[in-house]
């Protein structure tokens, strides 16, 4: 391979901003300097006017696969993440038949190799992720898993939690929960509050998430297990990371995309698309969501979850909860970070960034933490410097566009995006030195 | 884009009022030897019930047998949607064989806006869930339109209190939306465990105590409480409720004199209500059921018909209908008469 020189952008990683060319052989980074001619008959990747940042790190996406194939595959999973600027995602395992052991793990880490992103697996904390016993957590580690999570559902016995903890803590792995008290939760379809309460929708409390929160924060304490706590939805439960924060126990939270930027008002149009779980909250856990992602306490995670057309022309009660995520996530951030507005919440004090504000808050939020919580520093999650991976999104922080559910390259088209305009696009994902997404479309 | 009745919030005060008009001269109707008018001849009107509900059915079906539409029924339990047809598919089948409007039934709450994405045709809500009945709604406004008379058609100065179970109530939520358009002013009266969880937005207040209330209410409406609410622990007993939000005799005797008495059907007698209490005059259930065949005649003809029958206009559509009962869809001579 004769490498590469992606040109014209502006650089920015942990280490800071800068006008910069990127000069790329093999797999990694050779040069970043100010300007690096195509000497050598390097192809030149035209980047002016862009942003060329580590690539994104998603630690929540559902590939549905093994089991759903005209859902999702990891090959057409991939392909939608790369379009999304992400080089690296962790597939949940509530797939069909759930990742709970060793050769479900192998299956999807066979089907990672043909993948246009690295696919790091995650595996169930129980067996069937049916919240009974354990799952064989040490086989799966030995295997290369370092997240373990029965996503899509909590685990409801407070005991066996701690014995999870306890087993994965020696491990050195992380659990990863699903906050929802299923009890608290009962039947419920959409955020309680004053719109379900309107509609006529059974709702899910707040608080039905704040319990397990602080519960399994309890428990981390109790065990000194590394717990991520996924899609926070509600101010409630910021505040309780945030006690753990200052108590110095090795907690983390993750926060959605559509959770950042939607509020619980768009149900009133009884559209499945924006049935979610945890739902949409209302507007003022959408603004402490924003607040929290801007001063550095949550990162960004998608809760990538395709389902077929024909769920989603359900009864609201009747569909099944989940979005798409990864084409949408950094327009959907960038929109809300830069733009004050948010999308749906109609609140006039939602903070602004600048470009260069915004984007240090998107390499922290979407790739460097997050890939340090799934266990994949050092390939994923650098700094753009000679010797590191060649992975990058150059996104162009400008450009608006138009979300299409039909011009997706998930197999699934359940966004509750389609037809709104976002600031800001992905224009190249360089996956391992090799252009995967040239110019928003995928090479593969 | 055809019009649809989804909600209560679709009419206003003013939509509310045009229907109480069109009830008024359906009700004529209702009351004539051969209750027909050839209104709706040559229209479709598909119901979709996926709830059991033989009264709102049939209640629909009369309406639209006397404004001469044809009437496709299609009746089927929730529990055998998933085997069969999607909601959507079986929409998309009956506008195909011609339904010029569905009369849509379904225990999820949205289910008739869905429907109404889906076709053109006009849809009317007959109960959604949690969320509305608008049909039970104005048959209600209607019901206290002749009892208290008056040509308005407003509720302003009156005061209704509406008791139970609120919270899964379709009937409440398009009772609340109706009874305060029309200006009435609106007391909830139960336990915690079946209000809404957020009443915010919502134009009423809340009393846990009905005694207090009593004294001071121009309409009692009863809501029906499901046996399964003890079963959820949303209630200690049925006796518990009975005993504290019953319309027992004891709490009959606070009421004023002027007070009407409803209930949105089927009665559990010695549950909401005393047995005796309930065939007392000022309890109004039987009007209820009548009065929803003119005011869903109304709706019918409000969403198919070719404008108001307003004044002397409304002639034309009221008109004695060819007189063959039997044969409503039969082409003759009587329909010319109509003009």
């Known amino acids: 391979m004769k490498g590469m020189v992606v040109r014209g952008a502006t650089v920015v990683d942990s280490s800071g901003v800068r006008r910069a060319d990127v000069a790329i052989d093999d797999r990694e980074i050779v040069a970043v300097e100010s300007s690096i001619d195509a000497a050598g008959g390097r192809r030149v990747v035209d980047a002016s006017g862009c942003l060329v940042l580590p690539g994104l790190v998603d630690l929540h996406a559902h590939l549905r696969d093994p089991g759903n194939p005209e859902c999702e595959t990891v090959e057409s999973a991939s392909r939608a993440a790369a379009r999304g600027g992400y080089t690296a995602v962790v597939a949940m395992p509530n797939t069909d038949p759930p990742i709970d052991s060793v050769e479900v793990v192998r299956y999807v880490q066979e089907r990672a190799t043909r993948a246009m992103t690295e696919v790091a697996v995650a595996g169930t904390i129980t067996a069937g992720r049916k919240g009974e016993r354990l799952a064989p957590m040490g086989e799966m580690f030995e295997a290369g898993v370092r997240l373990f999570t029965d996503d899509g559902a909590g685990v409801q016995d407070a005991l066996l939690m701690r014995r999870a903890m306890e087993y994965a803590g020696g491990l050195g792995a992380i659990i990863a929960e699903h906050c929802e008290e299923a009890r608290l939760a009962y039947r419920g379809h959409m955020h309680e509050g004053r719109w379900s309460s309107f509609l006529g929708i059974p709702g899910i409390p707040a608080e039905a998430e704040e319990v397990m929160a602080a519960r399994d924060i309890a428990l981390s304490r109790l065990t000194g297990c590394r717990l991520h706590l996924l899609h926070i939805s509600t101010t409630g439960t910021l505040d309780l990371v945030r006690k753990a924060f200052k108590a110095g126990l090795p907690v983390t939270g993750e926060v ?5 930027s939607l509020s619980d008002a768009e149900v009133a149009s009884y559209d499945p698309q924006f049935k979610v779980n945890p739902p949409l909250r209302p507007a003022e856990d959408v603004r402490s969501l924003v607040n929290a992602l801007v001063s550095g306490e949550v990162v960004v995670a998608t809760d990538h979850a395709p389902h077929p057309a024909d769920s989603k022309e359900l009864p609201f009660d009747q569909a099944p909860p989940g979005m798409l995520g990864l084409e949408t996530a950094l327009g959907v951030v960038w929109t809300v970070l830069t733009s004050g507005s948010g999308l749906s919440t109609g609140l006039d004090d939602m903070p602004v960034l600048s470009f260069e504000e915004a984007a ?11 890939a340090r919580i799934a266990g994949l520093e050092g390939a994923q ?4 410097r000679a010797g590191s991976a060649a992975n990058l999104c150059v996104f162009d922080p400008a450009a608006t566009w138009v979300v299409d559910r039909n011009r997706l390259a998930s197999l699934s088209a359940n966004t509750p995006y389609d037809g709104r305009k976002l600031t800001g696009r992905v224009r190249h994902t360089i996956f391992r030195g090799e252009p995967v997404v040239v110019d928003g479309e995928p090479l593969r | 884009m055809s019009r649809s009745l989804l909600s209560v919030d679709d009419l206003g005060a003013a939509g509310i009022q045009s229907i109480m008009r069109l009830s008024d001269s359906f009700a004529e109707v209702s009351s004539r030897s051969i209750p027909r008018v050839p209104a709706l001849r040559g229209k479709t009107i598909a119901a979709l ?8 059915r049939l209640s629909f079906e009369a309406a639209a047998k006397r404004l001469s539409a044809d009437v496709m029924s299609f009746a089927v339990k929730s529990s055998s949607m998933s085997k069969g047809e999607s909601l959507r598919d079986t929409v998309q089948t009956l506008g195909a064989m011609g339904a010029d409007a569905f009369v849509v039934r379904h225990a999820s709450a949205g289910a008739a806006r869905l429907v109404s994405r889906w076709t053109d045709a006009a849809v009317v809500n007959a109960g959604d869930g949690w969320h509305e009945h608008p049909t039970q709604a104005l048959a209600d406004c209607y019901t206290l339109h002749r009892r208290f008379g008056g040509a308005a058609f407003t509720m302003a100065g009156l005061h209704a209190v509406i008791v139970g179970d609120v919270k ?27 209000m809404p969880p957020c009443l915010d937005g919502w134009p009423v207040s809340v009393e846990v105590d009905l005694d207090r209330v009593l004294p001071d209410a121009d309409i009692v409406y009863l809501l029906r409480l499901q046996s399964e609410r003890t079963d959820e622990s949303l209630l200690p007993s049925q006796r518990e409720y009975t005993a504290r939000w019953g319309l027992t005799r004891r709490r009959a005797a606070l009421l004023p004199g002027r007070a009407t008495v409803m209930h949105p059907g089927p009665m559990n007698r010695g549950v909401e209500i005393d047995p005796e209490v309930a065939d007392r005059e000022f309890c109004v259930v039987g009007d209820q059921v009548r009065n929803g065949v003119p005011v869903r005649m109304a709706v019918l003809f409000w969403l198919l018909g070719s404008g108001l029958p307003t004044g002397e206009s409304s002639g034309q559509v009221l008109a004695v209908d060819g007189g063959d009962a039997h044969q409503p869809d039969s082409i003759g001579a009587s329909d010319e008469e109509v003009r």
Do not use: I, Q
């Open chain 1, 381 to 384: 999650g650098g700094t753009v």
């Open chain 1, 256 to 260: 959605a995309p559509h959770h950042l």
């Open chain 2, 168 to 194: 899964h109530s379709r009937v409440a939520r398009s009772n609340v939306k109706a009874f305060t358009a029309l200006g009435a002013r609106v007391t909830l009266v139960g336990p915690a465990t079946l």
């Open chain 2, 49 to 56: 019930f996926y709830e059991d509900s033989t009264r709102t």
């Open chain 1, 360 to 370: 240090a808050v998107v390499v922290e939020a979407m790739s460097v933490v997050p």
